[in-house]
């Protein structure tokens, strides 16, 4: 399993969304420009992890030319080897999470045809929505919910967590569904929606 940071994520979600906008694999001096990045030592880096993992490749073989996704198409799924899994997510007390990446093989019925990944859910705060510790969720990749969807949502850029969500313009409440724990209230800039619950699996073994 191959450990991706913050920054190299953001760069691979990057190349992702935004695939069709490029008429030919980006050079490094190109996404350093649509990155905002100064350092293009600091971007190659980030570049060879991201080869590294299987993930994006150099374009015939020169990294010079430019980059391109190992999976030219992108419908949710990257080749054959499944969603994204991104790590733990907290059903509970924030924690960290979206720190590991390697892939898992998701029914289609249980995701939608917009980019997906898969967390594992840690804690018991969503347990009366039917979510268990050890579960796995599937997650659509969107910035956006509508009150009362179960989102991904990310705190001050550090924990991450799985809660209701109620939105108004001068607050966010994350809910839990579990009536022994209290809702979290948050200003409206301390929290960015990662994605919306849309699957679930569970083992029983």
Not at 99 to 128: F, H, R
Not at 156 to 163: C, I, M, Y
Not at 178 to 189: G, I, L, Q
Request: some cysteine.
């Amino acid at each position: 399993m191959n450990v991706l940071t913050r920054r190299q994520r953001e760069i691979y979600n990057y190349l992702l969304d935004n695939a069709d906008s490029f008429n030919c694999p980006p050079s490094l001096d190109e996404l350093c420009m649509r990155l905002g990045m100064a350092s293009r030592g600091s971007l190659y880096k980030h570049i060879m992890a991201l080869i590294n993992a299987g993930l994006v490749e150099p374009f015939t073989g020169n990294k010079q030319a430019g980059i391109r996704l190992v999976s030219e198409t992108f419908d949710g799924e990257v080749g054959s080897e499944g969603l994204p899994y991104v790590g733990a997510i907290a059903a509970g007390k924030p924690i960290e999470a979206l720190e590991t990446l390697s892939y898992m093989n998701v029914p289609d019925a249980l995701k939608t045809n917009k980019p997906c990944y898969v967390l594992q859910v840690k804690g018991e705060s969503m347990i009366d929505a039917g979510i268990y510790d050890g579960d796995w969720v599937v997650i659509e990749q969107r910035d956006y919910a509508k009150n009362g969807e179960i989102v991904v949502a990310l705190i001050e850029n550090s924990e991450a967590t799985l809660k209701y969500i109620e939105q108004t313009p001068e607050k966010i409440l994350l809910l839990p569904a579990n009536t022994s724990m209290s809702a979290f209230t948050y200003h409206p800039d301390q929290v960015q929606i990662q994605g919306v619950l849309v699957g679930q699996m569970r083992s029983y073994r």
